[in-house]
């Protein structure tokens, strides 16, 4: 799909996880990511990737746009949208940790945009990218009997 059918939001959106994609510290995988999050009161909060010379300490975009949006005093469950954009053939999707993360921290019809630089999109939605989560409700069962 193309990114004219778009609401213009949406576009604004996109182009803003473009603006942090440039900003992207991937110096391993070469491969820059960006992510965009708009929050209740219409505030974009940017993020990219942030690789690290021991690998299992990067953050993707997407986290790295949420857990700004949270440091900075935004509410879980507040937000309204994210985009995210790779140099990918399809729109780029969200790894499993991301989606995780967005199930904890945002509503579960909240529109997940993904996208690329040729203008692909597709939408879909916290919920539907991460079927049958773990969620803060899991949890409240979850106590192990004292033994
Ligand atoms: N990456 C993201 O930032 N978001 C995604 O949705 C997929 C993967 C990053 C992690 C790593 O820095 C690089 O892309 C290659 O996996």
């Known amino acids: 799909m193309n990114a004219a059918a778009l609401s213009p939001g949406d576009r604004m959106l996109v182009k803003?996880?473009?603006e942090a994609m440039n900003r992207a510290y991937a110096p391993y995988s070469r491969f820059h990511v960006g992510a965009a999050l708009?929050?209740?009161?219409?505030?974009v909060h940017h993020g990219c990737n942030?690789?690290?010379?021991?690998?299992?300490a990067t953050n993707c975009a997407e986290?790295?746009?949420l857990f700004r949006a949270i440091a900075d005093g935004k509410k879980a469950g507040s937000f309204q949208a994210i985009a995210i954009i790779g140099n990918t053939e399809a729109p780029i999707t969200p790894c499993g940790v991301c989606r995780q993360v967005m199930v904890e921290l945002c509503d579960p019809d909240m529109p997940v945009i993904m996208s690329n630089l040729q203008g692909d999109f597709e939408v879909s939605t916290v919920s539907q990218l991460l079927p049958g989560?773990?969620?803060?409700?899991?949890l409240t069962k979850g106590e192990q009997p004292h033994s």
């Open 16 to 18: 803003a996880a473009e």
């Open 50 to 56: 942030i690789e690290n010379a021991a690998y299992g």
């Open 63 to 65: 986290r790295t746009a």
């Open 133 to 138: 989560a773990f969620t803060p409700i899991s």
């Open 38 to 43: 708009l929050d209740a009161e219409g505030g």
